[in-house]
């Protein structure tokens, strides 16, 4: 990628190199459809349990395999049953030939990688710039995922991550989940390194339902592009987490994977209580960020935008990506 692109147009290189989520591990009882910036996918598990992302679209006459049948070792076309391989995505079988060792030799289908992580099947489009998400502090927790179920929103992983982790405006947009918050904003203790920023930030139990389990550390992580995160440190119950993961339909268009964990130890409240109360939050945030102008961050300055300390942590989510879309385009030059 030359230079001289426009930052969007780095922005997109550097997502189509970035894992993001495609479905939920739940939904694996059947194949599942899934588009990931433009590019139309199918996830399944073969017989073996191997969970598998491979391109939806049937290279015989564009049967869609998302709705076709699945077999020990193959996905079988719903159309006229060519069946491609769950290993490689070769074309295994053709039901109409007499002699399968006429099977059109470069009849095949695109297999993508596939890591099934947070309760849900991650999978990357081209060469990935880094490892798949494995935040340190959920490393030794023993987390147990529930996946929520998505959210659609047409706006870009961009500002779903800004919305994800802003704090500025919770006593205007979460008023009834949150109850009263304080308007003004604390100097926020941000840190940012390479791709990766976290703020931390006491919760002090409030009216709202959010804050109803008791003091605690909220440790904020984000990772460019696609992962936000707030791991809570109760003194009372230990460890939960709240993520959030957008994953691109196309540059402008959202579907939001996310889920809640709670450490094997924790003794506050259930999964699906704790997963049903950052819902209520979620679905406060909607209304506001589906309307927001542009759909995504306005990396080539096209817009004006002003900024204010509480912006700090979202500002350093923006360097964040910037520098994903620098390692981005250094390992395209390298080759
Ligand atoms: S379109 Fe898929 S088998 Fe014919
Ligand atoms: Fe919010």
Not at 66 to 85: R, T
Not at 287 to 292: A, G, H, K, S
Not at 299 to 323: G, H, I, K, Q
Request: with cysteine; aromatic share 10%; glycine share 6%.
């Amino acid at each position: 990628m030359s230079l001289t692109s426009s930052k969007r147009d780095q922005a997109e290189e550097a997502m189509r190199r970035s894992w993001f989520p495609v479905a939920r591990l739940v939904d694996l009882d059947k194949p599942v459809a899934a588009t990931l910036l433009g590019v139309k996918l199918v996830v399944y598990r073969d017989g073996s349990g191997q969970v598998v992302v491979q391109s939806r679209r049937c290279p015989h006459r564009g049967g869609d395999l998302s709705i076709g049948e699945v077999h020990p070792a193959s996905i079988a076309c719903p159309y006229h049953g060519w069946e491609f391989a769950s290993s490689d995505g070769a074309c295994s079988r053709v039901p109409s030939l007499a002699d399968q060792s006429r099977i059109p030799p470069k009849a095949r289908i695109r297999t993508y990688p596939a890591v099934s992580r947070f309760g849900h099947v991650w999978t990357v489009l081209e060469e990935p710039v880094g490892p798949m998400y494995d935040p340190e502090e959920w490393q030794d927790a023993d987390l147990v995922w529930l996946a929520a179920d998505p959210i659609d929103s047409p706006v870009g992983v961009g500002v779903t991550i800004e919305n994800f982790r802003d704090v500025a405006h919770f006593p205007f947009v979460h008023k009834v989940s949150m109850g009263p918050t304080p308007e003004v904003v604390e100097a926020l203790d941000v840190k940012r390194d390479g791709v990766d920023v976290w703020m931390y930030r006491p919760l002090n139990a409030g009216t709202g339902e959010w804050a109803n389990d008791g003091d605690c550390m909220m440790k904020y992580h984000c990772i460019a592009p696609g992962l936000a995160s707030i791991t809570y440190e109760y003194q009372k119950y230990g460890v939960r987490v709240v993520a959030g993961f957008p994953s691109p339909v196309s540059y402008e268009h959202v579907k939001i994977f996310w889920g809640v964990a709670n450490a094997a130890d924790y003794s506050g409240a259930s999964l699906a209580e704790n997963l049903r109360v950052e819902e209520m939050v979620y679905l406060e945030d909607v209304p506001i960020v589906e309307n927001l102008d542009p759909r995504e961050i306005p990396w080539d300055a096209e817009v004006e935008e002003f900024s204010v300390p509480a912006d700090m942590f979202t500002l350093n989510y923006r360097r964040c990506f910037l520098e994903l879309m620098r390692r981005t385009r250094e390992s395209v030059d390298a080759g």
